[in-house]
């Protein structure tokens, strides 16, 4: 068939919407309508060429929503109609690592998925003359219609609004997932969050789901002070209004340092700052942020061994099979907010304005409504 998507050509350029072929599903893939996409930091990053495993020409974009139109051999677990959101992180639910509860990074279909491959080491996208198109991160939702592995496809409740729980696709999963999968969040703790953006709002909203008492806020940026306190910030610091030792101003603001901190920067200096700032003897420091390429992290490890925990978290830890229908039915539930951090609206003609938007610090997610 033949669809229309936003092609990432090359590095560092705008995409370009055209027509594009699409074959259909082989054994066990599954043929998706997406209805909406949000624009992602990540697909930010990988457009612009900082990212090291970025390769072109590519259809871009990870967090959507849709419709399953038609089924490979094999499929058991989807049929047409279907809704769905596509998982970057799959669930095989028989690899070492599904089977291994300590982890959700499925690696069923990792080094295809990496190549920007289906998981027969082809490409279901190609231009209209033929050359080839790469997938993204499995899931291209800047394409109106992709191919998915079934393991790779989230079935939710019919009843939710595309252009909302797209997100869950990515950014409310991440946030919320931190708070509750990885760092296991008790009712009456404390809590910073640096980075106050699409991730760090549901590390917010996560928190007050896991019933934290403090939840402080960093950010650079004034502006996203009042939309944090409508997600449960208590309290709001501003690196750059500090006088001294901004370690030292958390570390007394929460009484001792937190029981629980997150970067949700990106940036190895802040996660640092993140580390310290955790309770000594049991202060636990959740990275979600993805640093730049090259970028190392560093702190005394008497930090370490005076107690402090340091962790990473990918897409919150969540499985997404079995977790994102149930953050969806949170969402429908009125259990967690969506609808404010949905800033903009676009077509797909108009996705590079999502990408300005982003450099601009003007949205907190724009979504793409096919
Ligand atoms: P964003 O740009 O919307 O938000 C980042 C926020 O950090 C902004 O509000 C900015 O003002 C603030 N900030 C920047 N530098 C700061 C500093 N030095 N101190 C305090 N605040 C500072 O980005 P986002 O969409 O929320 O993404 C955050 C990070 O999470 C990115 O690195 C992204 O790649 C990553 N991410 C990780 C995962 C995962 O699974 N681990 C998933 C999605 C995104
Ligand atoms: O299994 O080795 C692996 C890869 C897991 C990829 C997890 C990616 C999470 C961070 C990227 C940001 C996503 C938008
Ligand atoms: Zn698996």
């Given at each position: 068939m033949r669809t229309r998507a936003a092609v990432?050509?090359?590095?560092?350029k705008p995409l370009e919407v055209m027509e594009v072929n699409l074959e259909g599903p082989k054994a066990g893939e599954v043929l998706v309508e997406i209805k909406a996409t949000g624009i992602c930091h990540t697909d930010e990053f990988t457009l612009s060429g900082a990212d090291p495993e970025g390769l072109f020409p590519a259809i871009l974009g990870h967090e959507g929503a849709g419709v399953v139109l038609e089924v490979g051999p094999g499929v058991t677990s989807l049929k047409p109609g279907d809704h769905v959101i596509p998982l970057y992180?799959?669930?095989?639910?028989?690899?070492e690592y599904c089977l291994?509860?300590?982890?959700?990074?499925?690696?069923?279909i990792r080094t295809t998925q990496g190549k920007g491959l289906m998981p027969d080491g082809t490409s279901r996208f190609s231009m209209l003359d033929g050359t080839p198109i790469l997938h993204y991160?499995?899931?291209?939702?800047?394409?109106?219609h992709t191919v998915l592995p079934e393991i790779a496809l989230a079935k939710i409740?019919?009843?939710?609004?595309f252009d909302k729980v797209c997100y869950i696709g990515c950014g409310v999963t991440t946030g919320i997932g931190a708070v509750?999968?990885?760092?296991?969040v008790e009712i009456g703790s404390r809590a910073i969050v640096f980075g106050l953006g699409g991730i760090g709002l549901n590390v917010l909203q996560g928190l007050r789901l896991a019933g934290a008492d403090q939840i402080v806020g960093v950010d650079l940026n004034n502006d996203k002070k009042a939309m944090a306190e409508h997600f449960g910030m208590t309290d709001f610091v501003n690196p750059s209004e500090v006088e001294g030792d901004l370690v030292a101003h958390l570390v007394n603001l929460t009484k001792g340092g937190a029981d629980y901190t997150f970067d949700a920067t990106g940036n190895v200096k802040v996660m640092r700052t993140a580390l310290e700032a955790a309770h000594k003897g049991w202060g636990e420091s959740i990275i979600i942020g993805v640093a730049p390429a090259g970028a190392e992290i560093a702190t005394r490890p008497f930090q370490l061994v005076t107690g402090r925990v340091w962790k990473g978290t990918a897409f919150g830890g969540a499985r997404g099979r079995t977790d994102v229908p149930k953050i969806v039915d949170w969402y429908m539930d009125g259990k967690i907010e969506i609808d404010p951090m949905i800033t903009h609206t676009l077509t797909l003609d108009e996705i590079n304005k999502g990408f300005d938007l982003m450099h601009a610090g003007e949205s907190i997610r724009s979504v793409v409504v096919y």
């Open positions: 990432a050509l090359e590095a560092g992180t799959p669930e095989c639910r028989q690899c291994n509860p300590k982890t959700n990074l499925c690696q069923a991160m499995g899931c291209s939702t800047f394409s109106n409740n019919p009843e939710a609004p509750i999968n990885t760092a296991k």
